[in-house]
């Protein structure tokens, strides 16, 4: 809801906008010339043009102890997406900065094998030369025949665009843990299974062994050994020895954590022991090893059906036997899982990165607003990825409580490693530092600094940030140290809230050293991630507005005590004027800079003078403390501030403002992103996280949307009746055509609760007053038969509840309605032409109205008088004043407001679980007849 | 409306039309009613609403079931399954047993000739009687004796523990249909044609005293008696099927006055003779009656009559008040009277007085200055057919409530709380003054803020 339209140049509807919209071409004088430096297809917002794949992707790479580093396979699996790009060649680099093969296996001294439970490891990659940068996460899988018995692989995100691997990279971290963990889990399993196997060949081989060694010892009465029967005898020593280091190695891997499993999102192990609890009993067989303990778990054991083999005394040359397959390591189940997480990460990540982060930003602003977003917002969606919030420690906020606690821990890194795996990370990897003065880099990258890399970079040790290289190739920005975390996250809480951006500036900046070789691993943990200060060299502008770009975690303000108004006077309040007349995200911030909108610096920092988008919004962070309990508005109203006082302000600030069209800023805005998207280069629609059907109808609705508000010109009454909570009735013989209307107007219909949206496509029955209790929104078919009358007749009777679109004879019957709210909800002359810029303009408005009604709602004296002998009356005026004159409503639109009121007053007092009963509200007010 | 739908071609020969019901507009100003909660619970026609408490009522009606409603929010409290087959009569009996403490019970009769009586507060079912050789159609507490009546084809006094105190001989076959409470321990039975007055004479000392004797019998009536209700002390009033209506006096059962052409159009120099022909007994029966002190209202036909027992009069009428019978009305302190009917839809109307002829009436409120030209016209031109009579009232129609789908059986009048209406239709709809919900809804809210702590400051 909150994300502004059009910032984000990015996708490219495929099904796109017919050619009622499809305009003939500019007169060749007219037309702007295009970007010169592009060739055929180039994309002027491409970031690196060197790379040689036109969109992201996944490799999956093995360090073969046979063949070296070898891609195995990519996602998606389509040749044209890596293109000319050199799979091999980028296997090998992302496998050469593999630091833990070394220190599993065997260790030196230890009697026998030794598993190591190793975490994986997670770097940055980065290749100037090809273009390509990466998130690589390193795994290693056991496989009883390689060396050492691991097998190192690595799975690694691939992108052009070094911010999005960047500043997604705790989200890819968290996404990729739970591919490997399932990639690991299967494998633990298939390598448990391989065990058994290779025991009960030891086994049989033993009994073998023993039968002929005793045969030659009765053959011979010699009283000396032949050498054969010492051959057989140190064989048979050989075999045993070889028994007990793979009963230990079983036990091993058995006694890995089990309870690590039930984070991980794939649970349906269930079946699976079930069925092997079905195989137990055949487990008894006594001739099965002995090396199944009792009460072990039978979690590992598989079919027993296996005939043991004689194993010979020399196995094969290593080089001659065939590695098995990924999907051979891990069991067939878990590879298919793992495959479908991939590609569940590939469709969440690709597109542009400022798509993600607005996507992000918004959805975890949306989720503060625990109070208001089920009103217009599909909640399920924002709640759909509760696992996340394990990984992501704190982003699931805005449903809890605060606690201290819970905080600091937000301030920490979020991705979960043992120690110690990092600090042996840190100590395999040759560390070179080198510090110069920031300045004296060149920019290379025309991007962003985000406010928290900043930040980071000022308060962190010198000597932990920095470039820390190699002698040769391999360049290691930082990696993640096990001490730093903790460290890191204490001096962060302690930090005065708004520091001086000199201070950090003046700092000590350090730099990469960019090598003649190409691979740079930038960073493995952004929590100290480590933008070079040489990004920033290149953006003054973004330096200058820093005092805007909040210090305290992540830009997010709402407290309204620390508006930039306040802190830096006059200057800002130009600037946020000027800003206002360029942007659409800030017009709709503007009237309520820090009260409304939550995201009012966040708009500044996204704007440059000329309109034009350069810096993509900034991830997301949790806010402060106080913004997180859902009443942000509200504490600062009941700790004795009278409403009047905060709302006089912004709105003697917005009276101006509001004037200049929303509309118009948006579509210059649509403009901008449209003529990116058509010639965006790499990845079409970024389907939003998990949920490409909801980006889709969004989409669809937003068109038909728009496509209404031009024909129907009394689509304000309607689109009125819908917010105001009257059914609206769309009646039509044709039922393609009113589910359209339904699915346009549906965009306007204000959620009862956390149910699913009160809209009915399609009903060919007479209506009955309890479904308008139950929606708000109903297409009903219109017949001749004697059916059809009583429909009609019910509709009659019914009609004071009801709104009635006939879309056969295109008239509408509903009352009045005189606001402006919906006129600037659905200007019928507007330029918006996509409709998912439409459906964001929609979202924004309804925002708007519904930040009114938290207000309205929260207001206590606007409800309950101050002292007890105050009248009725004079309430009753209290609200209507608030209304009018505070909140700035018309006539009808004081309906709507109070309707959304009332539904928060009904969400909010509704025990959780209990679904109260629906009730209709309804007004006696005369209806019109509109026609075309 | 609906023409405008069908699309114009068809005019539908609208009853609305011709038999000059009065309509009121959308826009109601002096309708409180703006919120409504549907109460889904039964499964065929719900005919009895009665009262428990101040926010309790109970339901019941073809489908045996009985439930018990909080009126406020519209939770369903208890539902109770025992009879068979429908109810036909239900009465509230609030007993207060040894402890003194006030207990909240219900009798309910059933066409399964049981009688059951409820516990309202544990749902239990306290005892249940079904020795009745005829089906029970009314039930009557007399809660001065503590015992209460059953009518059916006898009429039975039963105390609060179900022993059956005495019975009368057998009457009919058609039964007992109406029993009313007058002084002096009698009870008036409506049984067929005939009022039938009984006297108790109780003892206090043991249940074997207890003796019922049949009085008096008043053969006044030509047709069925429909309605018997009680005024007051003095007077009582009843109804019958062709439209008479007789008050009588509670003491010694003599006929005070009688009325029995009022639904005669001729009386009224009204020429309508579509409606005459098809006046069928229906048309004309008193199908419920109420009163206040001053006024009994009845419930004729489609028509809302008001006879003034000191004018002994009719002094208002409004004689299609709906589009089909009206089978329900009931008086409200404020004037106003709120009747349903068979058309499925709730009225409320005005008593009011009329001024001087020629001019409009003077507005009560400030919203009528504009917003009633419609109504007060039409009211006019009904009060002007009945000059004959000159009344000095008039009926003036402020809200229709519609919502049932079917025929509304009954409601009951919860005052602040709303109104609870019953109906073929299997519903009940609770209406309710959308203002005072809204400001109430404000209160929980403010309330579960302050439990929550939200409320305070949070830096």
Known sequence: MISAPDVVAFTREEELEDDLYREPPLPEEYSVPLFPFAGNGANPWAKVAGSKFTRDFILISEFSEQVGPQPLLTIPDDAKVSGTFDLNYFSLRIMSVDYQASFVGHPPGSAYPKLNFVEDSKVVLGDSKEGAFAYVHHLTLYDLEARGFVRPFCMAYISADEHKIMQQFQELSAEFSKASECLKTGNRKAFANELEKKLKDLDYTRTVLHNETELQKKANDKGYYTTQAIEKANELASVEKSIIEHQDLLKQIRSYPYRKLKDSEFHPYEPECALDRADMGSDQDPTASDSAEPGETHLYTHVPSYTPKLIKAKSAKCFDKKLKTLEELCDVYFFTQTLDQLHHIERTFRGDVCYLLTEQISRALLKQQSVTNFLFEDVSFLDEKPPEKQYRGCQGLGQDAIDEKCLEESLAPKVVISLGSYKSSVECVPIKMEQEMEDSEEPKMSESVTSEHQENLDYLDTDIKGSISSGESIEVLGTEKSGSGLTKSESQASLPVIPSPQAGRSKVGSRRTVSEDSIEVLSTCPSESLIPEDFKASYPSAINEEPYVDDDEGGLRFNPRMTPGVDDGQDDISKQESLVQVDAACCIGKESPNFLEPLPELGQKVCEEDGVVRIPPQPYRPAEQGLRGGFPSHDGLSGGLLPYELDSRYLTGSREVSKSSLDECSDSMSYISSAASTCSDRTPSPAHLACSGGERHRKRAGQNALRFIRQYPFAHPAIYSLLSGRTLVVLGEDEAMVKKLVTALSIFVPNCGLYAKPVKHWVTSPLHLVDFQKWKLIGLQRTVSPAGVNVLHALSRYSRYLSILDADSKTLRCPLYKGTVVTRLADHRTQIKRGSTYYMHVQSILTQLCSKAFLFTFCHHLHLPISEREPEESVVNRRINFLKLQLGLANEDIKIVQYLAELLKLHYIQEPGQRGNPLLRFDYVPSFLYKI | ?459
């Open chain 2, 1 to 459: 409306m609906l023409r405008w739908l069908i699309g114009g071609g068809r005019e539908p020969q609208g009853l609305a039309e011709k038999s000059s019901v009065q309509t009121i507009g959308e826009e109601q100003i002096q309708n409180p009613y703006t919120e409504l909660l549907v109460l889904k619970g039964h499964q065929d026609i719900v005919r009895f609403l009665v009262q428990i408490d101040d926010c309790r009522f109970a339901s019941a009606g073809d489908d045996g079931i009985i439930f018990l409603w909080n009126a406020q929010t519209g939770e369903k409290l208890l539902e109770l399954h025992g009879h068979t087959h429908k109810i036909t009569a239900m009465a509230p009996f609030s007993s207060s047993d040894v402890t003194e403490e006030k207990v909240d019970l219900i009798i309910t009769a059933s066409a399964d000739r049981t009688v059951i009586i409820w516990d309202c507060t544990s749902g239990r079912q306290i005892q249940k009687v079904s020795c009745f050789h005829s089906t029970v159609k009314c039930l009557t507490v007399l809660q001065r004796l503590n015992v209460w009546l059953s009518g059916g084809s006898d009429l039975c006094v039963w105390n609060q523990k179900l022993d059956l105190l005495c019975k009368t001989s057998h009457l009919t076959d058609a039964g007992i249909s109406a029993l009313v409470e007058l002084p002096k321990n009698c009870v008036a039975a409506a049984v067929g044609k005939e009022l039938i007055i009984f006297r108790l004479s109780a003892s206090y000392n043991g249940s074997e005293d207890w003796n019922v004797l049949e009085v008096k019998r008043l053969v006044d009536h030509q047709d069925n008696i429909s309605s018997l209700v009680s005024v007051n002390d003095l007077t009582f009033v009843t109804g019958s099927h062709v439209g008479e209506l007789i008050v009588w006096d509670a003491l010694d059962w003599t006929k005070q006055a009688s009325e029995c052409n009022f639904w005669d159009s001729s009386v009224h120099r009204d020429v309508q003779p579509e409606i005459k022909l098809s006046q069928t007994p229906n048309e004309t029966s008193v199908q419920h009656l109420t009163s206040d002190e001053e006024c009994v209202f009845a419930a004729v036909g489609k028509g809302i009559y008001v006879y003034n027992l000191q004018m002994k009069r009719v002094i208002a009428c409004q004689r299609t008040a709906h589009d089909s019978s009206v089978l329900h009305i009931e008086k409200l302190p404020n004037r106003q009277l709120i009747s349903c009917s068979e058309d499925g839809s709730v009225r409320i109307w005005e008593l009011r007085e009329k001024q001087q002829l020629p001019a409009e009436p003077v507005p009560t409120g400030f919203f009528n200055m504009w917003g009633f030209g419609r109504a007060n016209k039409q009211a006019n031109q009904a009060a002007k057919k009945m000059q004959e009579n000159t009344p000095t009232y008039f009926l003036e129609l402020v809200g229709d409530l519609i919502g049932h789908s079917s025929a509304v059986q009954m409601f009951l009048y919860f005052g602040e709380l709303g109104l609870a209406t019953c109906s073929a239709d299997h519903l009940i709809i609770l209406w309710k003054d959308g203002e005072r919900e809204s400001s109430l809804r404000s209160l929980t809210l403010f309330k579960k803020l302050a439990q929550n702590g939200d409320l305070q400051l949070r830096l």
